[in-house]
DNA sequence: CCTAGTACTATGCATTGTCAAGTACTAAAT
DNA sequence: ATTTAGTACTTGACAATGCATAGTACTAGG
């Protein structure tokens, strides 16, 4: 898919990455292909989310070693964690609602 | 409604405002409080995305007095600017579908 | 004449996604 | 044995866009 706004993503992929993590802990290339498959993303994108969310203790990590490269780094939701991510959750929720619902209107008009 | 992600909005306001002008010639400030409705915005947001897009031809603008104030600067939607917004509508909706599916199915696991 | 409401502009800033390059490990192919 | 591909993480310069604030200016009513 070739995207014109890249800008649909912001934010966007920060309760993605937590939402994916919520149930399992997940490492961070593991990530970037999960969301791959929702929205065109790469590498340097999720990274920097992934540290930043760390840093603001919103996630832990641990290291594993791999069979198959190098190590990889775990990322566990924190109890912080899943706050932020529920406030989140629900600010899209709504946030999209108001927007498809307008959109929808505008429809009807033509 | 108090916005802890701010980031959502980037994209959305350009589209939004391409979707009111569409039907009918509006004013900057007209659509700094239809746009609020939907979203919490405020005067300096809207006016430069309105610049931005008159200035890449999406918008074209006239003058019109007003008996309730200074002039009001009214944006029209050129053939170039419906097409943008055509995809960027387009594009919308199916990002949203994909991250609404998404969510959806998290949902489900729990 | 002052205030509130209408209407537009400009500037510096913060946030977050993109691109590109780099490091490094494992396993399979040449 | 060396190369290549796939896995896995890091970093830094950059671009896009929304926010906050301040400023200009017009009209109408107290």
Redesign the interface.
């Known amino acids: 898919?070739i995207?014109?706004?890249?800008?649909?993503?912001?934010?966007?992929l920060?309760l993605?990455v937590m939402?994916m993590v919520?149930?399992e802990d997940k490492y961070g290339y593991e990530l970037v292909e999960e969301v791959s498959k929702?929205?065109d993303v790469n590498e340097g994108t999720i990274y920097p989310i992934l540290k930043r969310l760390t840093n603001e203790n919103y996630f832990e990590t641990y290291l594993k070693e791999s069979t198959e490269g190098p190590p990889r780094k775990y990322y566990h939701l924190t109890v912080l964690g899943k706050e932020r991510k529920d406030?989140?959750?629900g600010?899209?929720?709504?946030?999209?609602e108001?927007?498809?619902k307008?959109?929808k209107e505008?429809e009807h008009?033509?």
Chains 1, 2 share one sequence.
Request: proline residues 0%; contains cysteine; glycine residues 2%.
């Open positions: 898919m995207i014109i706004n890249t800008q649909f993503k912001k934010g966007v920060e993605l939402l919520e149930n929702i929205v406030k989140l959750l600010e899209w929720i709504k946030f999209n108001n927007v498809s307008f959109i505008c008009n033509e």
